[in-house]
């Protein structure tokens, strides 16, 4: 039931669970001194996105970049850009969520982001937080890291817990494809297209370009699970096997830390059509999909996040497109963050991912084999849609519950 209590309170459809929550608040059970040990099933989670809520700092509106749009990304008139809310504003409205009955805060990524991706008319910005450059620090557009930290110590102050949104599936879109972007006629991001999904079986690792080509990488036994080691991937040396990776000069260091800068560790075969091997191999919408096979890759992301709970003491995360990440990545990543919080005086951390199945079976089979203990319940969402929009038998529901 944990699932689904997640994605009633996330969803807005947690009445009954949010005037639950402020009856225990004012009986005293969620004191603050004790909230490290509540249940993570006893929370009632509010979801926010920093910059959608409350503009406490206008002065970091346009995250230090300028006044034009398309570089800072702020533009209040436009829905694809940043509007203004920052972290001091979730601080400042602490009270307000705690009187809904709150007892935890699922906080959007706050990660240093590009600020504005797409071509000519096309332009969005990253006000979201899911195209991190830097994943070791706060976006300016939303303050800095002292401000995340008042922001966590107040909450905790309140008895509130803190859960962050995580990505590893993916950075910004930076890498260009040769192939689809010709270097010095596109950057990466300029709408020259998509570039198709070259598959495993059609461009093996070993050859350039596809079967026909000169060979390369020679020793290594490919990506499977048995061969997931650093001795077999320090062999993948040539990354052009499907396409031809290259970083346009202007951003060569723009990620942080400086390993992702090499296009070595991402997988670099094109977009996702979000079906079979695509799924977990293929560009999540252009954006730059890291080779999560890969050890190094793996220790590095458990690197970065264990900072984040040593420097701010969160309470848990919320993994995003979880489902877009080979299960072996997360046998390692998902005990080691725990045990590292457990170290850092935080037992009950809490850790749920968002996978897009539509039906129990499926969703049960890819939590079983990643090691989720929890995730968003998509098929709740679909039998409460079903039923409550749809007019369709309540049966799915009933069967659910």
């Known amino acids: 039931?944990?699932?689904?209590?997640?994605?009633?309170?996330?969803?807005?459809?947690?009445?009954?669970?949010?005037?639950?929550?402020?009856?225990?608040?004012?009986?005293?059970?969620?004191?603050?001194?004790?909230?490290?040990?509540?249940?993570?099933?006893?929370?009632?989670?509010?979801?926010?996105?920093?910059?959608?809520?409350?503009?406490?700092?206008?002065?970091?509106?346009?995250?230090?970049?300028?006044?034009?749009?398309?570089?800072?990304?702020?533009?209040?008139?436009?829905?694809?850009?940043?509007?203004?809310?920052?972290?001091?504003?979730?601080?400042?409205?602490?009270?307000?969520?705690?009187?809904?009955?709150a007892t935890a805060i699922w906080l959007g990524p706050i990660y240093k982001n590009k600020p504005v991706q797409g071509g000519p008319g096309d332009e969005s910005a990253g006000y979201h937080g899911y195209w991190i450059t830097d994943f070791t620090d706060v976006d300016p557009h939303f303050g800095t890291k002292a401000d995340l930290k008042e922001f966590v110590d107040a909450a905790h102050a309140r008895g509130v817990k803190i859960y962050l949104d995580i990505i590893t599936n993916h950075s910004a879109d930076v890498i260009a494809l040769r192939e689809c972007h010709p270097e010095g006629e596109a950057p990466a991001n300029a709408g020259a297209g998509p570039c198709p999904y070259r598959s495993r079986a059609d461009f093996p690792f070993t050859t350039q370009g596809g079967p026909g080509g000169r060979k390369i990488n020679n020793g290594f036994m490919g990506d499977a699970d048995e061969f997931q080691t650093t001795a077999n991937f320090e062999k993948l040396v040539d990354p052009s096997f499907a396409y031809t990776p290259y970083v346009p000069e202007a951003e060569k260091s723009i990620k942080v830390p400086a390993w992702m800068n090499d296009v070595r560790y991402y997988h670099n075969r094109g977009n996702s059509t979000f079906e079979g091997e695509s799924s977990t191999l293929g560009d999540f919408v252009g954006l730059d999909d890291f080779m999560t096979e890969d050890p190094r890759v793996v220790e590095g992301f458990i690197d970065i996040y264990k900072q984040w709970i040593t420097d701010y003491k969160i309470d848990g995360f919320r993994i995003d497109t979880a489902k877009h990440v080979n299960p072996s990545f997360w046998r390692a990543f998902l005990p080691a963050v725990k045990e590292h919080a457990k170290a850092e005086g935080i037992p009950n951390f809490y850790v749920f991912g968002e996978a897009v199945y539509w039906t129990t079976a499926d969703l049960a089979a890819f939590m079983t084999e990643a090691g989720f203990e929890t995730s968003l319940d998509f098929p709740m969402m679909k039998a409460l849609k079903d039923q409550l929009l749809a007019n369709e038998s309540g049966h799915a529901l009933h069967l659910m519950l």
């Open 1 to 101: 039931m944990r699932a689904r209590k997640i994605f009633l309170a996330a969803a807005g459809l947690g009445a009954a669970f949010a005037a639950s929550g402020a009856a225990l608040a004012r009986d005293g059970a969620y004191a603050p001194q004790d909230y490290r040990n509540r249940a993570p099933e006893d929370e009632v989670i509010y979801f926010v996105l920093p910059d959608r809520f409350d503009n406490a700092d206008p002065s970091n509106d346009q995250g230090g970049l300028g006044g034009d749009p398309l570089k800072s990304g702020f533009d209040p008139a436009r829905k694809g850009f940043f509007h203004g809310g920052d972290l001091k504003g979730l601080t400042a409205r602490l009270d307000y969520i705690t009187g809904l009955g």
